[in-house]
């Protein structure tokens, strides 16, 4: 393999708290190694584009606990065909760029993925959604600080559905994956969640009306994962109107709120051990792989892993969830 002298660095897809954090990790840790460091502006797009600079230790100043992402992201379809991945290989070689560090979810470390296998690139990922869905890694940069989002605003919610005595659907981001649904739902205190990890045999609805609400309690909040499986907050708010019209019931979606604002520490901390951890695997020689946290270690998982393997809810946490709701 060619010696590595300049490392390209991204942010592509949804972005996520703490993602500054590890843009600046990754620019530091390599400058630090003696690499060059390119940041690419806008995803994949700006890779066809070449919105390219370079940066040095001070352009990541004071952004470590910035939300967002300063080298903006985006959604690029050429990136997806041949022809424009051939574009995006030939303005990386001309900024002499020799490997990249792409932060990202899962479609992201996809394209990742169908790029190194196209092109002799070393490649390292690094987990960025908030959706916590990408298997190999026990959190994503990003996952702590909207759960802590959503528990504040659970916490508001709260006080005006004792106030009315009403159900509350709230619905919470996380596409096909119910982490930020369930350990929302444990962190606030809510009666339950529906997650589309359950099987959709199972009428989740029916199973707590039946079961979950007790004449003691005065509210009743429900965390609902934004998948078409659960039917989203608006779907389950419908049914409850049709077929339970005995309960007053109210709809909260928190969108994109979940996306925004200062990162935790945990999020920085973990951002700034992975981005540091990016440049070690490629000074290893490691290429094609997620940097991902596992018992709060460090590892790689290979990007076939990372995006093709589903990861799973652990069941303990709905057993608690059930448990603390009685
Ligand atoms: P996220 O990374 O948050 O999951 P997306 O799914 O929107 O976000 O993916 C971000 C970008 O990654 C897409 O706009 C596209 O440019 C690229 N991408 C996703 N999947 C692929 C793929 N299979 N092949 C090539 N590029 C892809």
């Not at 065909?81 to 051939?86: A, H, I, L, N, S």
């Not at 490997?99 to 990922?125: K, T």
């Not at 508001?156 to 929302?184: C, K, P, Q």
């Not at 444990?186 to 990890?197: H, K, R, T, V």
Request: some cysteine.
């Amino acid at each position: 393999m060619a010696q590595i002298k300049t490392i390209g660095i991204l942010t592509s897809g949804g972005d996520a708290p703490g993602m500054n954090a590890a843009i600046r990790a990754v620019t530091r840790s390599a400058i630090f190694s003696g690499f060059k460091v390119k940041a690419i502006y806008r995803g994949y797009r700006g890779l066809i584009t070449d919105e390219i600079i370079e940066f040095k230790t001070q352009n990541v100043s004071n952004i470590v606990q910035q939300g967002g992402t300063i080298l903006k992201t985006a959604r690029c379809k050429e990136f997806t065909t041949p022809e424009g991945r051939q574009q995006a290989y030939d303005v990386m070689r001309k900024h002499g760029i020799d490997a990249l560090v792409v932060i990202g979810g899962d479609g992201s470390l996809s394209g990742a993925r169908v790029f190194a296998n196209e092109y002799d690139v070393p490649i390292v990922g690094l987990p960025g959604t908030i959706d916590n869905d990408l298997y190999g890694t026990d959190h994503t940069i990003g996952y702590d600080t909207a759960l802590n989002t959503i528990m504040w605003c659970v916490d508001r919610i709260r006080d005006t559905a004792t106030s009315h005595e009403r159900l509350f659907f709230i619905e919470v981001m996380g596409r096909n994956a119910g982490f930020l649904a369930l350990n929302g739902a444990i962190a606030s205190g809510a009666e339950a969640a529906i997650i589309p990890e359950i099987s959709t045999e199972v009428d989740q609805l029916a199973d707590l009306i039946k079961n979950g609400f007790r004449k003691s309690k005065n509210s009743s909040i429900v965390l609902v994962a934004e998948s078409p499986i659960t039917g989203g907050a608006m779907g389950l708010a419908e049914r409850v109107r049709t077929e339970y019209p005995n309960y007053d019931v109210r709809v909260t979606i928190l969108g994109h709120l979940q996306r925004g604002g200062s990162p935790t520490a945990q999020d920085r901390i973990l951002a700034s051990r992975m981005g540091a951890a990016a440049i070690d695997a490629l000074l290893e020689g490691q290429r094609n792989v997620m940097i991902g946290d596992s018992n709060d270690e460090i590892v790689y998982v290979p990007f076939t892993k990372a995006v093709r393997k589903n990861k799973p809810i652990d069941p303990s946490l709905l057993e608690t969830l059930r448990r603390l709701s009685i």
